[in-house]
């Protein structure tokens, strides 16, 4: 593995991040605790899991936090909007804490995107490569591949 590989921007990457910042361990966050010590961070994480990953419906995200309906997350998200709103420098740390986790993740929806067009370019290769060995020697070709059909386009190769 690489060193400038970045790990995949998750829920538990952020509660990780959100804990190591407050000096907690991530368990606290995601535990039933009430205390504040632990609630405004737990409401930072979902705030900062919402953000960050727009495609976690809330229960989603409730899951992530100890099975919390998504009614808490809700409300826990608002609570640290609230804060945004009225505290400069609450803001600036939470904006700051946002940046880094971008910065040290990779968001799996990006990161996807390649992935899938290294397979295509891969069976590109492959088919052209099958062609070419059919064009040579017919013979040789039936007997490693079989009947080769042209591929089928299905709704997966559709354009986006």
Known sequence: MSSD??????????????ARFYGLDPRLITSPRRH????????????????????????????????RDHSTVRHGIARIEAILDHDSVFHAM???????IS???????AAEQPAVNQVEALLDGLSKAVNAIR????????RCFGEIRPREETDHDAPV
């Open 103 to 109: 910065a040290l993740t990779v968001d799996p929806s």
């Open 135 to 142: 064009r040579a020697s017919p013979e040789i070709a039936a």
């Open 36 to 67: 504040e010590r632990y609630v405004r961070p737990r409401h930072l994480a979902m705030w900062l899991a919402r953000d960050l990953m727009p495609d976690y419906s809330l229960p989603r995200i409730g899951r992530a936090f100890g099975h």
């Open 5 to 18: 590989l970045k790990p995949e921007l998750t829920v538990a990457f952020i509660i990780h991040h959100v």
């Open 94 to 100: 939470a904006i700051g804490m946002r940046r880094e």
